[in-house]
Nanobody, 123 residues
Framework: QVHLVESGGGLVQAGGSLRLSCAAS????????MGWFRQAPGKEREFVAA????????YYADSVKGRFTISRDNAKNTVYLQMNSLKPEDTAVYYC????????????????WGQGTQVTVSS
């Protein structure tokens, strides 16, 4: 069982930045690919970014490419999402997730989920 806890959400003006963190309880954190997803009110949960177990590769949704960066520190059992040039349409609850296999854009491929952190971008 992997327990994931997100933090770093909040209210920011358009054009601003936030960095989300996701801390994992599992000592074998480096055995998991990690992803970030988001869910806006009335919408389905959507893929944002993912990284492989070593953190050497990042994958992004087209809507955030060039603005968001995913990274991980396996020594700290933590994955990050740096979000720059935020837009009102980025407003959502952001979730981190762990996959025992490979990074994926599909929610069903992830085995563990955090409780989410709210990001609100004002115009």
């Amino acid at each position: 069982q992997v327990h994931l806890v997100e933090s770093g959400g909040g209210l920011v003006q358009a054009g601003g930045s936030l960095r989300l963190s996701c801390a994992a309880s599992e000592a074998t954190f480096s055995s998991y690919a990690m992803g970030w997803f988001r869910q806006a009110p009335g919408k389905e949960r959507e893929f944002v970014a993912a990284t492989n177990k070593g953190g050497g590769s990042g994958y992004y949704a087209d809507s955030v490419k060039g603005r968001f960066t995913i990274s991980r520190d396996n020594a700290k059992n933590t994955v990050y999402l740096q979000m720059n040039s935020l837009k009102p349409e980025d407003t959502a609850v952001y979730y981190c997730a762990a996959s025992a296999t490979v990074p994926s854009v599909v929610t069903a491929r992830y085995d563990y989920w955090g409780q989410g952190t709210q990001v609100t971008v004002s115009s």
